[in-house]
C-alpha cells in the first residue's frame, strides 16, 4: 500500500466535499482519504497493484480539484508486529 498526496490548488469549490471523497472511495483499489483542509493537501492511501496516481489524480480533477502529485510514500502501519 501507497499513500499519495495531491496539493490541491485553484479548486471550483471552497473547501473538500463529501462527493469528491465518496468518488475516490469508489476507486478500486483505495482505502482511504485524508483530507487536510487548512494545508489543501490529499491524501490517499491505495493499491498500487489496482490503481495509478494518474487515476487518482484524473478523480480529483473531475470532482472539481486542480491538484498536482506531491510525493508517494509507502504507507506503514502503526502495528508493533507482536501478533505475526
Known amino acids: 500500500m501507497l499513500r499519495a498526496t495531491f496539493l490541491l490548488k485553484n479548486s471550483t469549490t471552497s473547501h473538500f466535499n463529501p462527493e469528491a471523497e465518496q468518488r475516490l472511495l469508489s476507486v478500486p483499489g483505495v482505502t482511504d482519504v485524508l483530507i487536510g483542509e487548512a494545508s489543501d493537501t490529499c491524501d490517499i492511501i491505495y493499491?498500487?497493484?489496482?490503481?495509478?496516481?494518474?487515476?487518482l489524480r484524473d478523480t480529483l480533477q473531475a470532482a472539481g480539484y486542480d491538484c498536482e502529485l506531491e510525493h508517494?510514500?509507502?504507507?506503514?502501519?502503526t502495528c508493533c508486529g507482536a501478533c505475526s
Not at 47 to 54: F, I, K, L, R, W
Not at 72 to 77: A, F
Open 72 to 77: 508517494v510514500l509507502l504507507n506503514r502501519t
Open 47 to 55: 493499491d498500487e497493484n489496482q490503481v495509478s496516481t494518474m487515476l
